[in-house]
């Protein structure tokens, strides 16, 4: 085995938050390994990424790769279907009104992954491994990882963006805390007879959201949250009884709807450690943090989390700094933690109000979607701060 090869930061897992960590890293002038399996993109799903994230992707010179199978989302709707005496009026947010020609871009992510893997292959400081991880010990001076083909790897930091079951994660002795929230969630996309217009409508039952989500052309992505039997029931359908399901939940705004081949469903959770980093390893991406696809935060957390860990480490390294040191990782504790805790209290918060039975909670969440509606300045807000924190700014 192969001990002489020391990084600054070894990434372990390639998808998208993976990538875009290692990318960033070796562009920050860190000497980056990324250690994940080569394979295509195994699904259909899609990501809305929203203002900051595309703007990172641009200065990595990713996003010119594959802006063409984008499609902007210039305006968002909430739309109160919950069929309750108290209901919320419609909300609609409009791009133009903050200044911006959209709100970010909803593009599948085999395209963004394939992007992310081309800009990789060219960084002559970034190395690719094409494996796996086996095991990770961390000690007081780097991190001993060896692969499943039997390479040991030596770094100084670690990044694990290895997913909800994060090998790092264990590794570094993070303990965290989940909670299911008994609800699922299918995915699927579908073609559709009228244009979209770059508008996104987000439905809320009594079970959760279904929101349809602009893709390329007369295309839109559908994530359908409800309670895990009726998710199941949805999943089993055939293409045609599903096309009309989608069609009636979406009032036919789009008119004639086609189902795409491709579904998945997964059941939905609360994830979040108790440290973002420690004993030099780093976590971004799912093993950073776990939340509902409400308001499209997860992937673009985890891009902030890879931007911030780059910033980081390369500014430490301009200092002559260990990047793996305990004062560099408190750093990265403090730039996320606010972040991740506050779109998490939010989105559960948005979940609970949604799904409660009590008239005063349905009340007061009809009252706060009309405020947002009827006052410019709150609503505008509000849409600023779903692009990104503010105080990030």
């Not at 990501?47 to 990713?62: C, I, P, Q, Y």
């Not at 020609?101 to 394939?114: C, H, K, T």
């Not at 299911?180 to 809320?204: D, V, Y």
């Not at 599903?242 to 979406?250: G, R, V």
């Amino acid at each position: 085995m192969d001990t002489s090869q020391v990084y600054d930061v070894l990434v372990i897992g390639g998808g998208p938050a993976g990538l875009t960590a290692a990318i960033a890293l070796a562009d920050a002038g860190a000497k980056t390994a990324l250690l994940a399996r080569r394979a295509p993109y195994a699904d259909n799903r899609t990501t809305a990424l929203l203002g900051a994230s595309t703007e990172l992707l641009e200065r990595l010179d990713v996003w010119r790769r594959c802006s063409d199978s984008a499609a902007a989302l210039q305006t968002m709707r909430l739309v109160d279907d919950t069929g309750r005496l108290i209901r919320a009026p419609e909300v609609r947010f409009s791009s133009g009104e903050i200044g911006r020609e959209q709100f970010g871009f909803n593009i599948d992510n085999r395209s963004l992954v394939a992007a992310l893997e081309a800009r990789a292959g060219e960084l002559p400081g970034l190395m690719r491994l094409d494996d796996e991880a086996a095991s990770i010990n961390p000690d007081e001076a780097a991190v001993a990882v060896q692969t499943r083909q039997g390479q040991l790897i030596s770094t100084r930091l670690a990044v694990g963006a290895d997913g909800r079951n994060s090998l790092s994660r264990d590794a570094a002795g993070i303990d965290v805390v989940s909670r299911e929230l008994g609800q699922s969630a299918l995915t699927f996309n579908i073609a559709h007879s009228r244009p979209h217009r770059n508008i996104s409508t987000e439905f809320h039952t009594e079970h959760g959201p279904c929101v349809f989500v602009p893709l390329s052309g007369n295309r839109s992505s559908v994530v359908w949250v409800s309670a895990p039997k009726e998710a199941e029931r949805l999943m089993a359908l055939g293409d045609d009884e599903l096309s009309a399901a989608a069609e009636a939940q979406s009032h036919s705004i789009l008119g004639r709807i086609t189902v795409e081949p491709g579904r998945h469903l997964f059941p939905l959770a609360i994830e979040r450690p108790r440290q973002f980093a420690r004993h030099r390893i780093a976590l971004v991406g799912e093993a950073a943090h776990v939340l509902p696809p409400i308001g499209a935060q997860g992937l673009n957390m985890g891009l902030r989390d890879a931007a911030d860990i780059a910033e980081i480490v390369g500014q430490a390294l301009g200092r002559g700094e260990d990047p793996g040191a305990p004062h560099v990782l408190s750093r990265y504790q403090a730039a996320r933690r606010p972040d991740v805790a506050s779109r998490t209290w939010a989105i559960d918060i948005a979940n609970r109000s949604l799904l409660s039975d009590f008239v005063g909670v349905q009340t007061m969440r009809a009252a706060s979607l009309h405020l947002l509606g009827a006052i410019g300045p709150l609503r505008r807000l509000a849409m600023r701060e779903g692009l990104a924190p503010t105080w990030r700014r």
